[in-house]
């Protein structure tokens, strides 16, 4: 059965705080992706990653940076937690380019107080 | 800019009828189209893929439309039951691109 799991369900951080969100996928993809998810926005693209130590941005990369340093570990980073990164934040992989589906992980829902 | 618009309002249908969800899109000409499934407090679960060329796929009691001139999908559970009630994600993406476009998604609830 295929996995993509999250380090935490729920997260609860303050203003100002480096906040680290992991994600691992055992699917031997190459492809990893983080969104947030706000009500009525649907799943908006943060980062993606194609390969190790590959990046590219997606449609909303500022204020957060990402590392790949192992094909099944894709790690989101809040470098300096707002208000306004408060989400449920969605990881996903996939294998290869196009039409092929992702497989998302659980979520962390992030509040930022 | 590119936009995936699906029906913000739930839908509410009675056990048995059938499901019937749209989801439209503008400037865009998406090489496929898929269709996901969320639980509250889950992540999205993949369903169905269709392709431009492709007119309609099916899949047990799930049905899918595809009208490229229209901008539109249509997405059809039959003889729907209350364990169908779930928020329905569609997505849009170009021929071996890596970003896939989400709708907001539309929320189902199944009457008993």
């Known amino acids: 059965d295929v996995k993509v799991t999250q380090s935490s369900r729920y997260l609860v951080k303050r203003t100002g705080e480096k906040v680290f969100l992991e994600c691992v996928q055992d699917?031997?993809?190459?492809?990893m992706f983080w969104y947030r998810q706000d009500p009525g926005l649907g799943l908006r693209l943060i980062y993606f990653?194609?390969?190790?130590?590959?990046?590219e941005k997606g449609d909303i990369p500022e204020g957060y940076s990402v590392s790949r340093e192992k094909k099944e570990r894709f790690s989101l980073i809040l470098e300096s937690a707002s208000t306004n990164q408060t989400s449920m934040y969605l990881c996903?992989?996939?294998?290869?380019?196009?039409?092929?589906?992702?497989?998302f992980g659980p979520g962390t829902r992030l509040t930022v107080t | 800019s590119q936009k995936i618009e699906q029906n913000s309002e739930a839908l509410n249908i009675q056990e048995g009828k059938t499901a019937t969800l749209t989801c439209n899109y503008t400037?865009?000409?998406?090489?496929?189209l898929q269709w996901y499934r969320q639980d509250p407090g889950r992540g999205p679960v993949f369903l169905l893929l269709i392709r431009e060329n492709e007119k309609e796929k099916r899949k047990e009691r799930l049905k899918v439309t595809f009208d490229t001139t229209l901008k539109q999908s249509l997405f059809h559970i039959t003889a729907s039951q209350p364990a169908d009630s779930a928020t329905y994600l569609c997505?849009?993406?170009?021929?071996?691109?890596?970003?896939?476009?989400f709708g907001a998604g539309t929320r189902l609830f199944v009457k008993a």
């Open positions: 990653s194609y390969d190790v130590k590959m990046k």
């Open positions: 996903a992989s996939r294998s290869g380019q196009g039409a092929n589906e992702q497989y």
């Open positions: 997505a849009l993406g170009s021929g071996g691109g890596f970003k896939t476009i």
């Open positions: 699917m031997d993809h190459e492809n």
């Open positions: 400037n865009y000409s998406p090489a496929y």
